[in-house]
């Protein structure tokens, strides 16, 4: 099966290459190498293969209303450290035909695709964290009018180079009731979304189908400077593990509430969510691999994106699930929301000075569902709207201002609250301060350096860190940097660490070419609040990408 895939790929792009000049066609190149090298701080690499890489080879042509493509992985000899074992040697990791119209839009092979906000259905691709989840299958996007759209998929969800166990099916429908009653200064649109998981159930105790469904109905409502959106998700009984065994299965559902008032000068955010044995998997003992592996929707940690490598030391991972670890530490899921304050002191002010100045206020705050827990039966029954045990909470200040035509700054101040035990499972509090001063000059003719100080203060954990950044911009095309944090406050020395890195980029059109050496913090590496766990590890790291 592997031989003919391959041999599809080479004649699939050998029929590109006579592609005609009003044909569309797009290639994708990107490489990602490290090869590591042995630390006495961060330790030797006693892993196989010293060097690794992810590679991927995306193609993609149309004509007329038809297109198709495929991507290529090879993770050749191995692939980067802690990523899923699943991804190894080279092989064809996508391929798809389909038909797009007006009216109906046709995909045969693998497909993304997401319903509402991903709470009940979502495969992406993030290669920095190592997901794929594109469903394999057909899919089919009706649009019978301009404010009706259905969409319905059918497929096994990919594992690496493989595919689940369960089969997906499900559909999505939209109805933009603004655009069907003509309203002129409001939107108004419904969802309603279905999405199964067929899997052949060989447990006896406790009984629950082999068959589990999901449903989602929301609203979207804005009107002037106000907009809102509300979406509710239940999901039928699905299995519990207990370290490694199915002891329990019970219902999930989620709520995700978001408001907000937006117009120049000022904006504000709010966001809400709670969810009760929320995860969903296309396999069900899924959940005890930590991968990101065969996840179903998208349930991301809603706080503040910071930018900053301290900032990104204890980053609060989102809890869905039900846990008994023991009993002094069981987890029902989540509650909590954060809300977002972005305000622009005029300019010509005393505070806004001759350019003004960009304020934003961040704060966030989550716990676990309060409940009733039968721990020898592994039950429970929750409460409503019971905030339990506290997981984290953070509250940021972010002042931007611009100085003059050439200079700029960044003030940054978090403080946060992280439970180790319950995020991480492992024993701890942390109860940190963070503050970040930034500043960019440009010297002219594209040339510009920025300056970074980092520090962290806290009595917990490994303590005190600090750390700073410089990087020089030669042009638009080429930087260098320089980069280090230090944990100077453990009282282990073996842990009191430089984790620096130094390296540079060239930008030439649409191809980029990066190298770093340095080192690696072990820990979380997070994109949009999902989250993958890195080794400490010191190496030299080459990226390539480009697009033609």
């Known amino acids: 099966m592997k031989n003919n895939l391959l041999t599809l790929c080479f004649v699939f792009l050998s029929f590109l290459l006579n592609a005609q000049e009003n044909d569309y066609l797009s290639i994708g190149f990107e490489s990602n190498s490290q090869y590591y090298m042995d630390d006495s701080k961060t330790g030797d690499f006693v892993a196989p293969n010293r060097f690794r890489s992810n590679n991927y080879l995306t193609v993609e042509y149309g004509y007329k209303n038809f297109y198709?493509?495929?991507?290529?992985?090879?993770?050749?000899?191995?692939?980067?450290?802690?990523?899923y074992p699943g991804f190894e040697k080279t092989n064809l990791g996508l391929y798809y035909a389909g038909?797009?119209?007006?009216?109906?839009?046709?995909?045969?092979?693998?497909?993304?695709?997401?319903?509402?906000?991903?709470?009940i259905f979502r495969t992406w691709e993030?290669?920095?964290?190592?997901?794929?989840?594109?469903?394999r299958g057909a899919r089919v996007k009706y649009f019978p009018t301009d404010y009706i759209d259905v969409t319905a998929v059918f497929g096994q969800q990919r594992a690496g180079f493989k595919y689940s166990d369960g089969t997906i099916f499900g559909f999505d429908s939209n109805i933009d009731l603004s655009q069907l009653l003509s309203f002129e200064n409001s939107n108004l649109v419904f969802g309603v979304s279905y999405l199964g998981r067929n899997q052949k159930n060989e447990i006896l105790t406790p009984k629950f189908n082999s068959l589990t469904n999901s449903f989602s109905g929301r609203v979207d409502f804005s009107s002037g400077n106000f907009y809102s959106n509300a979406e509710y998700v239940t999901k039928g009984e699905d299995a519990i593990y207990v370290f490694g065994n199915v002891r329990n299965a019970k219902k999930g559902n989620s709520f995700l509430l978001n408001l907000g008032y937006a117009k120049k000068g000022l904006g504000i955010d709010v966001t809400l969510r709670r969810m009760e044995n929320a995860n969903f998997y296309s396999e069900r003992d899924a959940v005890k691999e930590n991968f990101n592996q065969n996840i179903i929707n998208y349930i991301p940690g809603l706080t503040k994106q910071h930018d900053y490598l301290l900032t990104n030391i204890y980053v609060y991972q989102a809890q869905p699930q039900i846990s008994f670890i023991d009993p002094t530490l069981v987890k029902l899921g989540e509650i909590g929301g954060q809300m977002d304050l972005y305000y622009k002191i005029k300019k010509k002010t005393l505070l806004g000075g001759k350019y003004g100045t960009k304020i934003a206020v961040n704060a966030s705050y989550w716990a676990g569902l309060k409940g009733d827990v039968d721990f020898n039966n592994f039950d429970y029954d929750t409460s409503l709207l019971g905030f339990g045990e506290k997981y984290f909470s953070e509250v940021s200040l972010e002042v931007r201002k611009k100085w003059s035509k050439k200079w700029s700054s960044i003030f940054y101040y978090v403080n946060q609250y992280y439970n180790k035990r319950f995020i991480e499972e492992q024993a701890g509090e942390v109860r940190a301060d963070i503050l970040v001063g930034e500043s960019t000059f440009k010297i002219g003719n594209g040339k510009s350096i920025r300056f970074e100080a980092q520090h962290l203060w806290t009595k917990?954990?490994?303590?005190?860190?600090?750390?700073?950044?410089?990087?020089?911009?030669?042009?638009?095309?080429?930087?260098?940097y320089v980069s280090d944090i230090y944990n100077y406050g453990s009282t282990d020395v073996s842990k009191k660490i430089h984790y620096y890195n130094l390296g540079g980029s060239y930008t030439y059109k649409s191809h980029r070419f990066a190298l770093n050496y340095g080192r690696q913090r072990g820990g979380l590496v997070c994109v949009g609040g999902v989250c993958r766990n890195v080794p400490e590890s010191t190496g030299v790291t080459v990226n390539i990408s480009m697009s033609f």
Not at 70 to 79: D, G, K, T, W
């Open 99 to 119: 038909y797009k119209s007006e009216k109906i839009n046709l995909t045969v092979g693998h497909f993304y695709e997401q319903f509402g906000s991903g709470l």
């Open 126 to 135: 993030n290669r920095q964290l190592g997901i794929n989840n594109a469903l």
């Open 68 to 83: 198709a493509g495929l991507q290529v992985e090879s993770y050749s000899p191995m692939a980067l450290l802690n990523y």
């Open 460 to 480: 917990d954990d490994r303590k005190n860190w600090t750390g700073g950044t410089v990087e020089f911009n030669t042009s638009s095309n080429l930087a260098f």
